[in-house]
């Protein structure tokens, strides 16, 4: 499985997630707040994620959590994510990628990824003004580049507003579209919902494709 920058993504108010998967569990016509919260160290979130890559299908666990950390000689914020498949294709602790971000009371970017099972990168990438608001006609585009090389353009967009109930609760949440595109020829499409005072996505379902074929996944909050 992939790393998609999920804790940037919730920052930016956009969510992460992918087509897909009905409205069980929704109702539309809500106002969700509007001023996202940011994630601080200390932070931590636990999703349920079932889906299928070319091995097969499988279920798991996804924790996300946070932590304040110098990088490259920045004060960051560093989101780590651990996934373990409990059952179906490659069960198993798959391991842990972590994201380092700057996140000021101006301002918000990327400075270093590193995937499962690779070495912490320095990234460049497009800053965003904090903190942020989101409204029905959000939209927003970026585009990270890794010193390994690899570039990644993000475009997302508001697309609705709908209640969500989950296993932790019922919210009221930004509905989001977003689509990756990086260099290598990866490709990911997503829809997700963001209960922006919250601050991180509580569902997500992501469609996308890479060397290895096609995958798709969904993960909700616990």
């Known amino acids: 499985m992939r790393r998609y920058c999920w804790c940037l993504f919730a920052i930016c ?3 992460c997630g992918g087509g897909g998967g009905g409205n069980s569990g929704v109702t539309t016509a809500v106002t969700p707040a509007t001023t996202v919260r940011r994630p601080t160290p200390g932070d931590s979130w ?4 079932s889906g299928h890559t070319p091995a097969g299908n499988f ?6 959590s946070q932590s304040g950390e110098i990088f490259n000689g920045l004060s960051s914020v560093r989101d780590t994510e651990s996934v373990t498949i409990t059952s179906g294709a490659s069960a198993g602790n798959i391991g842990i990628s972590n994201q380092w971000y700057v996140l ?4 918000t970017h990327t400075i270093g990824i590193q995937q499962v099972g690779g070495v912490p990168l320095t990234v460049t990438s497009t800053t965003y003004n904090s903190p942020i608001t989101i409204t029905s006609n959000t939209s927003l585009s970026g585009q990270t580049t890794l010193s390994s090389g690899l570039v990644i353009d993000t475009t997302a967009a508001v697309i609705g507003a709908e209640r969500v109930t989950v296993p932790a609760g019922t919210f009221d949440c930004w509905k989001i579209s977003r689509t990756e595109v990086d260099s290598d020829g990866s490709r990911s ?8 005072q919250y601050g991180s ?4 379902i992501v469609n996308g494709s890479n060397t290895s074929g096609n995958y798709s996944f969904t993960q909700v909050l616990t």
């Open 46 to 49: 636990t999703y349920n994620i």
């Open 59 to 64: 279920d798991g666990q996804l924790v996300s």
């Open 104 to 107: 000021d009371p101006t301002q």
């Open 13 to 15: 108010a956009l969510g």
């Open 189 to 196: 499409t997503s829809t997700g919902w963001l209960p922006v």
């Open 201 to 204: 996505v509580i569902k997500q």
